[in-house]
């Protein structure tokens, strides 16, 4: 299994077709072979949750059961064709699970791995749906959270990418290693209480918290490489 992210952005004039994509893709990805899961996001204006969405900014997860079928969506889809087309910008990162906890549309799209004893630089896929009726406990707590995290120690880069706005929402985080993130998870009283907080006011109708090793990353957005500061801890 091979999990793939790719940010994509278009040019201002081209917002419209980008909000089409959204719609158009889904056959697509339906009958992509290789393809075992795959969702397309939008994306927030910063890194993290976010309540302002980045129109020009957009995402695709997908799980491939192979190396090459990810090669051949890549290269040679319909959807590769389009962002050819329309002078889309975009970096791909791709990713082997290590942990996954939760679910995701009722599906574990991750299966269930449990690598232990990996070392090195590390993914981050927090997502959840949240209920309704806690949207303002969450977006009242959040901002000053995802301030912390882009400060914290080890912390490299993330996007905040979601399904739909404002209740169903991901931040995908890159960091240099798996104690740097335990540190600002469980070190950090603000980001401490917030995750009580999710848990003893239940603000979630579904969750997922999965880990992964990064195998290999191309592409730019916003005219550079995310990871191009941090190339020596990736080659290790």
Not at 127 to 152: C, P, Q, S
Not at 211 to 227: C, N
Request: contains cysteine; glycine residues 6%; aromatic residues 16%.
């Amino acid at each position: 299994m091979i999990v793939s992210l790719t940010i994509v952005r278009y040019r201002k004039l081209f917002i419209p077709f980008a909000l089409l994509a959204m719609a158009v893709h889904r056959l697509f990805l339906w009958l992509q072979k290789g393809c075992t899961f795959w969702k397309l996001l939008g994306s927030g204006q910063n890194g993290t949750f976010d309540l302002q969405p980045d129109w020009q900014q957009w995402g695709l997860i997908a799980v491939w059961q192979t190396r090459e079928d990810f090669d051949r969506f890549y290269k040679r889809s319909y959807i590769a064709s389009w962002w050819k087309l329309f002078g889309v910008e975009r970096w791909t990162i791709l990713l082997n699970p290590l942990q996954s906890h939760g679910k995701w549309d009722d599906k574990e799209p991750f299966g269930k791995p449990d690598v232990g004893d990996y070392t090195g630089p590390i993914a981050i896929l927090t997502r959840a749906t949240i209920r309704l009726n806690k949207l303002k406990n969450f977006w009242g707590n959040v901002d000053e959270v995802a301030d912390l995290m882009t400060t914290a120690k080890g912390y490299i880069t993330s996007f905040g990418i979601g399904e739909a706005p404002l209740y169903r929402q991901a931040t995908f985080s890159i960091w240099e290693s798996l104690d740097d993130v335990k540190a600002f998870a469980y070190q950090s009283r603000e980001h401490s209480e917030v995750i009580k907080k999710t848990r003893t006011e239940n603000w979630y109708k579904e969750e997922l918290f999965a880990r992964f090793k990064p195998i290999a990353t191309f592409g730019t957005i916003k005219g550079q490489d995310p990871l191009s500061d941090h190339i020596n801890l990736f080659n290790k």
